[in-house]
């Protein structure tokens, strides 16, 4: 008797009407009730991901080309139900996956449908008809067809993967080889181009970012407590209004409340209702305790429709305000119309708070749980232990075959949390159930539209633009211009730009504050401990990110120098003529767009890289065994919060000389206005930073009298 033959693994059946688009081992608990059936006109992609912010990708076969609509479908089905060998990956030498992501997979499907209407065009009715030659063909049309390099490759895989699954399927289709699989793919792209990435996005401006985090942070810590109040005293007048039953003594409580502002003309409480002013029922069947019918039958009998639109008044809620702005209370009381929108606002402030503070990438942040941040036990000093905050990273998760995993995987390092994120992350906790996701949909959601997951980046660009316009309002009611949140110069402040803005700052402001006093200096230290920092053996951390804008500011410093010198400027200090030495070379390096590991060993170049500190008014150029700063020798870049004046390291500039007599100008001023000992102390300091620009000026070197 003969043994039957091993079963392929990697063939995949031929599947029937009602076989389930998404296998059931690999559908999501969070989606599995959108998974479709194969013979559905759209097939949702949502099952293939827990990705709580993911898009809802669907399939929606009647944008394809009819003639190649069935073909495309079971092509289709193979990409989601299979897996490509691992022998074909090897043979490659690429990262291409035998099962990709839901959002590469749907990425990938639309270059078919592109492929397939191109094909139609060109006559051709089915896939046997896309030979090696016609996708030649296509090659060079896409190479022509004016994407960048990266878009084109990426085109070009996915066909291979086209192909590749041709090959696993119960009813091959016969399309061609790719010629760039067989020939190679530099023929079929176009010229390289500079790339993207988050070192090429543009930083929030300070002018922006600065009142955009104070405000965030002003609705967090002072202002969510009333707000909080304030929504759940709103819920329970709509749930008491609800369950009310028509009584006696709802309707003499109801008389007695309206009658009275009926009769003196006063402002009756309104709200909205399809874009009309209408008669706030809910509230007034809440606070009364008469039904809604009640209220109804009221308004009917006394004709308050048309009253409430002549004068309609606010619906006050019976809540405490705590809260101040400026010192002085920001309202004088809650309002039932406004709950809504300020618990949507507070929302936004947390989020705002969680992304800049931290450095996560927006999808990150709308990952987290109630429960990620817990607090922190004592630790042998007697000091509280750094706040760590544990989540998923669902861009780069995958199994233990390498294929990407949907339900993401939990970071190996955690973020670090400074005291403003546990803030924020406590005050979320408060907005959502125990164990719930911190921005869930349906709790973030006033208008409780249906859907599954979090929030979605998309929505919160809206609703950052919101916050802003709410802030301004706020800042000019309470007369506070200065906190006035101005437009961006680079447009919009979306969601993708809070990551880049915090290396931004923390790289060129290190003696600054955020807001509220919090020093970038510190949270450098926070994010860079190799202990306890954020992602420290993460590939695509926030610190790599801070060592790309770290390395740029050093190479714009020393470039800004050079052009300086150039004009006849001079520079002055114990590291001057390293100054000048390191601003001729930085020629090489201006402009580059620099990858982690290219920012990581510029850094060590102590011949390259010049320091701006604006708070010192000097430039450093860090030498680990000499830095003052660096006490323990360990740092590859120097700790511009604690630069010391006595250092050999330091050199200073014209332009930073005449910040020191301008400051000095300020303090003489000021003196004039305190108390005589604090007056005296300003002018000492004035006189020390005039006699720092004086010598300056004896000690200082130009490019002629320079030896470089």
Known sequence: MTAAPDLDPYLLPLPAPGTPVVPSHLASAMHAHLNGRYADPEWQLAPLTDNPSGRKHAILWRNWPASFEGEMRLAVW?????????????????????????????????????????????????????????????????RDANCTRKAVLKILVSLTRLWAFDQLSARPNGIGRPPWDDLGVDDYLPAATPGGGENTTEPLAEQTMGPLLTW????????????????????????????????????AALEAYLRPLVASQ?????????????????????????????????????????????????????VP?????????????????????????????????????????????????????????????????????????????????GNHQSSGAEREVPWVAITPVVNAIRVLERMVPEGHLLFDHSAHDAGNRPGTGSLKVSALRGRIE??????????????????TIPD???????????????????????????ALAIQYGHMRT????????????????IHDLINMETALAGVDTAAALREEMEGGGGVSGPAAGRALRAAAVAARFEGALLTPAGARKLMQNEDVVIYDNPHAAVLCLHKRDTALCNHDKARDTPRLDRCDPRCANIARTDRQAAQLRERAATLDAQAGYVPQPIGDRMRANAARLRELADKHDRTRITLDRSAV
């Not at 005293?233 to 009584?247: F, G, V, Y």
């Not at 919101?466 to 211009?481: C, G, I, K, Q, T």
């Not at 680079?490 to 700052?505: D, E, M, P, V, Y």
């Open 78 to 142: 193979n990409l989601i139900n299979g897996e490509l060998r691992p022998v074909f990956l090897l043979q490659r030498g690429t990262r291409m996956r035998g099962r990709t992501s839901s959002i590469h997979l749907y990425d990938t499907t639309r270059n078919w449908k592109q492929l397939a209407h191109w094909l139609d065009d060109r006559g051709a009715r089915s896939l046997a008809d896309c030979s090696t030659s016609l996708l030649h063909e296509y090659g060079l049309h896409l």
């Open 466 to 483: 919101d916050f802003v316009a709410w802030a301004n309002r706020e800042a000019s009611r309470h007369e506070l211009p200065g906190e």
């Open 488 to 514: 961006d110069p680079h447009g919009h402040i979306g969601t993708a730009r809070f990551r880049r803005s915090l290396a931004w700052h923390i790289a060129r402001r290190p003696g600054g504050h955020v």
């Open 321 to 401: 305000v705590t809260g101040r702005i400026a010192g002085k209370p920001w309202r004088t009381a809650l309002d039932y119309n406004e709950a809504p929108f300020l618990i949507r606002h507070l929302g936004t402030a947390a989020w705002v708070v969680c992304a800049y503070l931290t450095g996560m990438r927006p999808q990150e942040v709308l990952g987290l749980r109630a429960g990620c941040c817990p607090d922190t036990a004592a630790g042998p000093d007697g000091q509280p232990g750094r706040h760590l905050i544990r989540g998923h990273e669902f861009k780069t998760a995958t199994d233990d075959d």
């Open 526 to 541: 926070a994010f860079g401990s190799p202990s306890e920092g954020y992602a420290g053996r993460s590939r695509d951390g």
């Open 266 to 318: 006063m402002p009756l409480p309104a709200t909205t209702s399809n874009g009309n002013l209408v008669l706030a029922r809910y509230y007034i069947s809440g606070v009364t305790g008469a039904s809604p019918g009640q209220v109804d039958g009221f308004r009917y009998r006394r004709g308050l429709t048309a009253m409430v639109e002549q004068r309609p008044g606010p619906c006050p809620l019976d």
């Open 216 to 251: 965030a942070m002003r609705m967090v810590d002072d202002l969510s407590g009333d707000i909080l109040a304030a929504w759940a005293e709103r819920q329970r007048l709509i749930k008491a209004a609800q369950a009310t039953t028509a009584t006696p003594a709802g309707h």
